[in-house]
Nanobody
Framework: QVQLVESGGGLVQPGGSLRLSCTTS????????MAWYRQAPGKERELVAS???????NYADSVKARFTISRDNAKNMMYLQMDSLKPEDTAVYYC????????WGQGTQVTVSS
């Protein structure tokens, strides 16, 4: 019923910026919190940031002050603005609910390298 599609990843130099987008196939009802996750090579998928429909946000310590999560409920879109990127941010980024309710999409690759 609901499909998640991530986009906006790419190759960027350290200190650069990227903006990721998450699109849902249809309007999501009854979901309070949406989130971005990432998985680096050899590591488990981890929570990066989350946002409540009211606007309250939460971030992993590793990305605080550098990433900004936002949501456009009317468009069924979610975004992740990433600034001051570091090599350790390299990972495949995914979107989902905070409870991982839906099947994972393909994710979008973010590579930070000089």
């Amino acid at each position: 019923q609901v499909q998640l599609v991530e986009s906006g990843g790419g190759l960027v130099q350290p200190g650069g910026s990227l903006r990721l987008s998450c699109t849902t196939s249809g309007r999501i009802f009854g979901i309070n919190v949406m989130a971005w996750y990432r998985q680096a090579p050899g590591k488990e998928r981890e929570l990066v940031a989350s946002i409540h429909w009211r606007g309250t946000t939460n971030y992993a310590d590793s990305v605080k002050a550098r990433f900004t999560i936002s949501r456009d409920n009317a468009k069924n879109m979610m975004y992740l603005q990433m600034d001051s990127l570091k090599p350790e941010d390299t990972a495949v980024y995914y979107c989902n609910t905070a409870t991982r309710l839906y099947d994972w999409g393909q994710g979008t690759q973010v590579t930070v390298s000089s």
